[in-house]
Nanobody, 121 residues
């Protein structure tokens, strides 16, 4: 079982920045992603990155504001979030799977417990 552990959530104001971290507990993970779930809404894809290469994808809603990155030496993935908006509020989850390229949550095998991000207006 791969353990995924997120950290870094909090309460910020609109326009602020926040960085989330996710530690993946096993090197068998080839693709990682960030998802979020707003109150009363389905979980949605935010960004994905390949563990071994430099490929990444972003949802249109965060393109240009969020940056996904990784530090393989620390087995850690990051989500740098800039220019935060109230609609970015939600529980953010990191997820892992064997290969890169999945943009939907049911294609990921490993999940963290989630970290709350709240953006006030």
């Amino acid at each position: 079982q791969v353990q995924m552990v997120e950290s870094g959530g909090g309460l910020v104001q609109a326009g602020d920045s926040l960085t989330l971290s996710c530690t993946a507990g096993a090197p068998s993970v080839g693709g990682l992603g960030w998802f979020r779930q707003a109150p009363g809404k389905d979980r949605e894809f935010i960004a994905a990155i390949s563990w071994s290469g430099g490929r990444s994808y972003y949802a249109d809603s965060v393109e240009g504001r969020f940056t996904i990155s990784k530090d393989a030496t620390k087995s850690t993935m990051y989500l740098q979030m800039n220019s935060l908006k109230p609609e970015d509020t939600g529980v953010y989850y990191c997820a892992g799977r064997r290969s890169f390229g999945a943009l939907v949550d049911n294609e990921y095998d490993y999940w963290g417990q989630g970290t709350q991000v709240t953006v006030s207006s």
